[in-house]
């Protein structure tokens, strides 16, 4: 079992601030992800990232920045948030061994924005 | 049109029954596939790949069909703790780094 944190787990915050999901894992894997899940809807791939210092956009666009400084930190930053903004956030995790190695999830952030 | 597409459900199952799933892909270069479980209000967990030739995992068997671009999902002997969504996600990324796309889910509610 891979060891993913998120946190806030819950975040309430009002519009125009500034906020940053955390994302961390002990596992020691080189590939990590932020997906985006609206209640009852399917996942959507937002960020990804091979290794430090490399970030790439996933599918949905998305306001959010990501940055992967150290292998087992992957934060997510809203510069002003807004009640679009609001979902739920989930990181993941896998080892580098191809193309069957499971997504480790972290339990995911619900975020509203007033 | 979805590039993952499975039935929402609810299905509705008695305890013993034996339920299926399908989900159909519209990208034929899709490289591996995959059956992720989520209950509610949490994170999804891999329960099974899917190969080729098909493979079994106690109860849960998971089959593939590359020509029709399908995937199915069978429960035995249901439990009440299967009650979840079961999500079907496909890996179209290159080899070696994982670009899953998934399904909406399919619910599943096993009553006594």
């Known amino acids: 079992e891979a060891d993913i944190y998120q946190t806030p787990r819950y975040l309430v915050i009002g519009t125009g601030k500034k906020i940053t999901l955390e994302c961390s894992q002990t596992m020691g894997h080189d590939k990590m992800y932020w997906y985006q899940q609206d209640p009852g809807m399917e996942l959507h791939l937002i960020h990804y990232s091979y290794g430090v210092n490399s970030t790439e956009k996933g599918d949905l666009s998305s306001e959010s920045t990501v940055s992967r400084i150290r292998t087992e930190h992957f934060p997510l930053t809203l510069e002003s948030a807004r009640p679009s903004h609001t979902s739920q956030y989930l990181c993941?995790?896998?080892?580098?061994?191809?193309?069957?190695?499971?997504?480790?999830f972290g339990n995911g952030t619900r975020l509203t924005v007033t | 049109r979805k590039e993952v597409e499975q039935d929402p459900g609810p299905f509705n199952v008695p305890e013993g029954a034996t339920v299926a799933f399908n989900c159909t892909y519209s990208?034929?270069?899709?490289?591996?596939f995959f059956w992720y479980r989520q209950d509610c209000r949490k994170e999804p967990k891999l329960l099974m790949s899917?190969?080729?030739s098909g493979n079994e995992d106690g109860r849960f068997t998971a089959q593939l069909n590359r020509a029709s671009q399908y995937i199915s999902l069978l429960i035995r002997d249901s439990k009440l703790s299967d009650s979840a969504t079961y999500l079907c996600?496909?890996?179209?990324?290159?080899?070696?780094?994982?670009?899953?796309?998934f399904g909406t889910g399919t619910r599943l509610l096993v009553s006594p």
């Open positions: 899917v190969y080729s």
């Open positions: 993941a995790s896998t080892p580098d061994r191809g193309n069957n190695s499971p997504l480790h």
């Open positions: 996600v496909v890996n179209r990324g290159n080899t070696g780094f994982q670009k899953l796309v």
């Open positions: 990208n034929s270069a899709s490289q591996s």
